[in-house]
């Protein structure tokens, strides 16, 4: 089975979005990311998607097949699939799970096989995959601004989560943090 990979970037205070929810700011060009060894390397290895409703939600989800940078299935952890769903393809697929984080990753993993499972688009997504401890490494990418306020992504932890640094690597302005869950 692939390593599930929680990855998200923040501004240098540690916001996922701006006061308003906005997440522009973070990525200054997404065109010039998308180049980016990086992102390649990510698209290439994703297997499958994790992500939360109100991220689905953010994007244009019927623009998503051919578009959106992972053409992998996708599993959106939601209370409240919606009535109708998404433009679809053979490589672009999209579960909505009610059953909870644990489902989600788990039906991801079996989606993605030895490929890695990416939870991305949610702070809170990512607060409820590192309690559950579902999360094998923890990637941030740490943009040069400071928000001042927005959406955390770590709120507070019922435990602390134990992080052994892999690498750090400048992507642009901005720096790569990955680093392997201890448990």
């Known amino acids: 089975m692939g390593t599930v990979l929680l990855s998200m970037f923040v501004s240098l205070d540690g916001f996922v979005n701006d006061p308003q929810g906005k997440v522009g700011a973070l ?15 990510s698209i290439r290895d994703t297997g499958a998607v994790v992500m939360g409703r109100r991220a689905f ?5 019927d623009d998503y097949v051919g ?11 939601t209370h409240h699939p919606p009535a109708v769903a998404p433009k679809q ?9 009610t059953g909870g984080i644990e489902d989600a ?32 490494e923890v990637e941030i990418g740490v943009a040069p601004l400071l928000l001042g306020s927005g959406t955390p992504l770590f ?29």
């Open 89 to 97: 393809d053979e490589h672009l697929t999209f579960t909505f799970v």
């Open 105 to 136: 990753v788990a039906r991801a993993q079996a989606a993605a096989g030895d490929r890695e499972v990416l939870v991305i688009g949610g702070a809170n997504t990512a607060q409820q995959a590192l309690e559950a401890g579902v999360i094998d």
């Open 67 to 77: 578009q959106y940078e992972y053409q992998v299935p996708i599993f959106v952890l």
């Open 155 to 183: 709120g507070p932890l019922r435990h602390p989560v134990r992080l052994e640094r892999l690498r750090a690597t400048d992507i642009g302005d901005a720096t790569l943090l990955r680093y392997r869950v201890i448990r």
């Open 27 to 41: 990525y200054p060009d997404p065109a010039v990311l998308m180049e980016t060894a990086f992102m390649q390397d």
């Open 57 to 61: 939600d953010m994007g244009k989800p």
